[in-house]
């Protein structure tokens, strides 16, 4: 199997000797999308129109800020605004109370409860999930989950590099399950769900190992001990657990 431009990255991925390939897939995805919007695509009506409708989520507005270009999350976020400001007042003038009872009135909140319980509420969730950001990450990495499993089947290379890697963080390693009950032969599942659990209990074992280390480290008497692979052990755990590269700086925009 030739290397494509569907393949590439993926191949680049598992060649980087990280804690979870998919997180640095998503890491230049977001990136390079934060780029996008800030460099000159602010600026183009179509890409505003999209903006406007999705907005972003908490995490990619802050990289937005941290990026650097003012002027030009202000004007993308003054046409949102406007857009929410409308459709606000949309969900405002058709809300209608639900009516009250004793029960609800001494039970305990819970704003946690995933369904909501008005259309007004309803409405905030799905704003709170939709992201301009996210959804160009989403779109990219239901295409990566495929070429996994086109490259796991056909490339004996790319084999070799998921045998030998680290893993992947608990978020992407679930989400890798879950294509592969729909990717794989019965007869392939036998063989990728023993390696990749392998892969995973291992290599989680290690950065515990790691991080457990960096705490007996911090004992006065093995100061003179090695630290080993334990000095950026932290991160990784916390990499490992939910993603993402807690250690990363800001991402700003090349001066």
Not at 32 to 58: N, P, Q, W
Not at 70 to 92: D, M, Y
Request: proline share 3%; net charge negative.
């Amino acid at each position: 199997m030739k290397e494509n431009i569907a393949t590439i990255p993926l191949m680049d991925a598992f060649s980087a000797n990280d804690e979870c390939p998919f997180c640095f897939l998503e890491r230049q995805a977001e990136q390079h999308a934060i780029s996008f919007i800030l460099g000159s695509a602010y600026m183009e009506d179509d890409i505003r129109e999209k903006t406007d409708v999705t907005g972003f989520c908490r995490h990619h507005f802050k990289m937005m800020y941290d990026y650097g270009n003012r002027l030009g999350s202000a004007l993308i976020l003054s046409t949102h605004l406007r857009k929410l400001n409308q459709e606000l007042g949309e969900e405002l003038k058709s809300f209608s109370p639900s009516k009250s009872n004793l029960f609800k009135r001494i039970k305990h909140t819970d704003a946690g409860v995933a369904e909501a319980k008005t259309p007004l509420g309803a409405w905030i969730k799905k704003k709170e999930c939709s992201c301009y950001v996210c959804n160009h990450f989403n779109d990219i990495y239901n295409r990566y989950l495929d070429t996994f499993f086109d490259l796991y089947r056909k490339n004996a290379e790319f084999r070799s590099l998921f045998t030998e890697s680290k893993g992947f963080c608990l978020p992407h390693f679930g989400d890798l399950i879950e294509a592969a009950e729909d990717k794989l032969s019965d007869e392939q599942k036998k063989q990728f769900y023993p390696e990749v659990f392998s892969l995973m209990q291992e290599n989680i074992d290690r950065v515990q190992k790691e991080v457990s280390w960096f705490v007996e480290k911090n004992d006065y008497r093995n100061k003179d001990k090695s630290w080993g692979n334990s000095a950026d052990s932290i991160q990784r755990g916390m990499q490992k657990c939910a993603g993402g590269y807690p250690a990363d700086p800001v991402f700003e925009a090349k001066r």
